[in-house]
């Protein structure tokens, strides 16, 4: 049975669709089979990055490994607890199918409350969550007393989480390896970066995750979804040039971030 | 009766909380009554940069300006559609109150598609839609053609818009100006930040929105949310140091925005 992924932050923006992109290619190139599911029904980032890469790759001719996709609908029952429980037997459904097929699942989650998040909180092996190197994204981690910046407590995301692990103990599977992962970091930010740190470390050791130092900022991220790849596809530059030394970097951190995900069968 | 200006964008992280607290600031400091709501009910972004200022001004004996805040519950009712209709009707009722007190109306919207933002959308007479320069962040105003590179037709939040402007024009109000501001601008992008760059020119005249420069990537517009502080309160440095060129840079750059918004009876 496949290992399950799941990128989640109720944050927006943190970098959950692009990582999820970036995941999928890396364990792909390595010989995986890898499913995908997109629970951010209306944007779908992720599959309209993955619906861009099979039309570059037929414009193109290039063989671009696809992921298996999976979709679901949103029930439409009037009542909401009914449409809750829908939605809930609607993705473990498309997730079974996935996971008998694949080696692994990528999930893409939105950056609010749904049922279908939440559900694949609690199929999550593993969870990766990004983050901003900054406060406001951690203020849905947990809350800081502006006063002593000390922690004071969990707050809405870790909630979910912690809401997701309840829903797998009482399954009998075992415990999520939540990571959380810094995700734009900047070159030049010195104070707020060690402020940002301190709080992970402490936090991760009181509401139990690992921290992985991710990605910084680079254009480079950001800057393919039309065609589709990414900077793990380009082979000596996307026409041509030799890789710049930040491509070279760029491709070292999401090697790093493979190597701290430690997923079953995956040496990167 | 005050001018209403959203914060909007259904994209997450695209830098709508932050644009709210630093346009209540610059308003309340050119000597205007502002109030604020914050309709991301989990959350609360701007509302808790909010709290943080509040407590701030306690324990520092500091005067700071605050805004009137108005809350809206969501309705819990259990068929949706009465729920919707329930949770329009608080908006009007929670803006009504402000609108009648207060020079300036500032409404954060949540990243996602809710009851309350849609009725928010179609209730400002500014709309500020900050924007990453990220053909993924722009996927969610228009499509566009993998192949051509060419504008294929609106997207999700834009349909959002155009439904807030239909109800607008139905109830017989002035038309929204639109302002899409470009944020967290990277100082070494020079080909993405021009193919963004043309897309907005293209599609501001085929939508109807004025693109405003924004804001560049700053850690200044992210490392005072615990304080409740904005770069603009702060008068020679937060511990006394004479402002930076970064700082003196942000300013300019806050300044600039109020003056592209064109507010009535504001002149920066
Ligand atoms: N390391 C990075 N360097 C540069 N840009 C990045 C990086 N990570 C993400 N981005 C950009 O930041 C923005 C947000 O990223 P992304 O859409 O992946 O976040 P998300 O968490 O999926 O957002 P949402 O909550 O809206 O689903 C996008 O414009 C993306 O291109
Ligand atoms: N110009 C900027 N420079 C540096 N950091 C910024 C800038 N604008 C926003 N940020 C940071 O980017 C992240 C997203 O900003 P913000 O929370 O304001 O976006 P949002 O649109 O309100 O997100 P959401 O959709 O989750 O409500 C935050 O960590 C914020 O501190
Ligand atoms: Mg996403
Ligand atoms: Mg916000």
């Known amino acids: 049975r496949a290992h399950v992924v ?108 749904t049922t279908f998040s939440q559900e694949a909180h609690a199929a999550a092996d593993t969870l990766i969550t990004p983050l901003n190197d900054s406060l406001i994204d951690f203020d849905l981690l947990a809350r800081v007393d502006p006063a002593t910046g000390r922690i004071k407590g969990p707050s809405i995301y870790s909630e979910m989480v912690w809401r997701g692990r309840q829903i797998r103990a009482q399954a009998g599977l075992k415990p999520i390896d939540w990571i959380v992962m810094r995700n734009r970091i900047a070159t030049l930010d010195a104070r707020n970066k060690r402020t940002v740190g301190r709080m992970l470390k402490e936090l991760s050791r009181r509401i139990g995750f690992r921290v992985a130092p991710g990605f910084s900022e680079r254009v480079i991220f950001r800057e393919l979804f039309l065609s589709g790849l990414t900077l793990l596809d380009l082979r000596g530059g996307a026409e041509g040039q030799p890789l710049s030394m930040s491509h070279i970097a760029a491709r070292q951190e999401v090697r790093e971030l493979i190597r701290n995900l430690e997923l079953p069968g995956v040496s990167p």
């Open 6 to 113: 799941v990128l989640g932050n109720e944050k927006g923006g943190s970098g959950k669709s692009t990582t999820a992109m970036h995941l999928f290619v890396a364990l792909a190139r390595a010989g995986k089979r890898v499913g995908a599911m997109d629970l951010d029904l209306r944007q779908q980032s992720f599959f309209r990055y993955l619906e861009n890469r099979r039309a570059y790759a037929e414009r193109s001719g290039a063989a671009l490994i696809m992921p298996e996709q999976a979709r679901v609908t949103p029930s439409d029952l009037p009542l909401r607890a009914e449409a809750d429980e829908a939605d809930r037997a609607a993705l473990r459904a498309a997730l079974d199918g996935l996971r008998a097929r694949c080696d692994f699942v990528v999930i893409d989650c939105p950056g609010s409350f």
